[in-house]
C-alpha cells in the first residue's frame, strides 16, 4: 500500500526525514519489513509536507510565528520512485521545519500512477495521508458520506456533503476521495459540534468507511503542524515520543528502543511529550485531547 511518516519537534532537514536512520522512509521504497499483504516495494511516488508561519511580526527574526498566525503546510511530490529524485538529496535538505509528514506510495492496481494521486494531500494547516485501500471505493466512500450526513442532521448539525463534493478529488483514488470527506469534516469542527476535535473527524471517517467495506486497511496520517494524528486498521504503525519530540511512522527508521508498537484498530495522537492511545470505534467522540 503505502509508507508514511509525522515528526513534530525542533527544526530538522526536510531531506533528513526521508533519507536518515539505518531504516529510512527512502529505504522503506524498495526494503519495507511489514506491509501486511499490501504490495512489495513502495515504487509509485513520494511526497513531503513541511510547516511554515503564515505570518509574522514586523520587524521579528524570521522563523517567529506572530500571535495568534497558523502554520501553513507547504509540500513536494514526485510519482517517479523516491531513490530516483536529485531532489531528495539536493533540494529538500535545504529547508528546516519543526514538522514534517511524508509517505512513499505503492498504488493499489487500477489507480492512476500520477502526482496528484501521491500523499500527502493538503489544505491550509493540514497535511493527510492514508495508507491502506478501499474496496470498491467509490461505493464505499459515497455512501459513507451519506451516513455521516444523516448522523450530523440526526445530531441537530447541518449537512456536511454534496454528492459533487466528491468530485473535487485531486485524483480518482481511495486517499484522495477520503480526504475530501475529512477537508468537510475538519471544516466542520466545533468543541461542542458533531465533530468536536481532529481525532473525532479521523475516527468519523474510518467507522463509516468500515460499514461499507468492512475490509478496507485504514491508517491515517493527519497533522497540523504541531499535533499528529492517526488510525490503525490493519497496516503497523510505530510511535517514539519523548519530552522534545514526536514522531508516527508505518515502520521504525532506527533502532531506538524507545519505538512503541500501536495496537490496531487504534486512534492515536502524538505531541512532544505526550501519546494517547485509545480504541478506535469508541474514540468518536470526546476525541479532542
Known sequence: MCRHLGYVGPAVSVGEILTGGTHSLRTQAWAPRDMRGGGTINADGFGVAWWRPAERTSGAPPGDIAAGSRLLASRYRNPAPIWTDPAVEEVLPQLRSTAVL???????????????????????????????????????????????????????????????????????????????????????????????????????????????????????????????????????????????????????YDDDPNWQSIPDRSLVIARPGKLTIDPLLDSTKGASR
Open 102 to 252: 511524508a509517505s512513499i506510495r505503492s498504488a493499489t492496481v487500477g489507480m492512476p500512477v500520477e502526482r496528484a494521486a501521491c500523499a500527502p494531500f493538503t489544505s491550509a494547516q493540514w497535511a493527510f495521508s492514508h495508507n491502506g485501500s478501499v474496496p470498491d471505493w467509490r461505493t464505499a466512500i459515497t455512501a459513507a458520506s451519506s451516513d455521516l450526513d444523516n448522523a450530523a442532521t440526526r445530531f441537530g448539525a447541518t449537512r456536511l456533503f454534496e454528492t459533487i463534493q466528491l468530485l473535487e478529488a485531486e485524483s480518482p483514488t481511495d486517499a484522495a476521495t477520503l480526504w475530501v470527506l475529512l477537508r468537510q469534516l475538519l471544516a466542520a469542527a466545533a468543541p461542542d459540534g458533531f465533530v468536536d476535535s481532529p481525532g473525532t473527524a479521523l475516527g468519523l471517517l474510518a467507522a463509516g468507511v468500515l460499514t461499507h467495506a468492512p475490509a478496507a486497511r485504514l491508517n491515517f496520517l493527519l497533522g497540523d503542524g504541531e499535533t499528529l494524528w492517526a488510525t490503525t486498521v490493519h497496516h503497523a504503525l510505530s510511535a517514539l515520543v519523548t519530552d522534545t519530540v514526536a514522531v508516527l511512522a508505518s515502520e521504525p
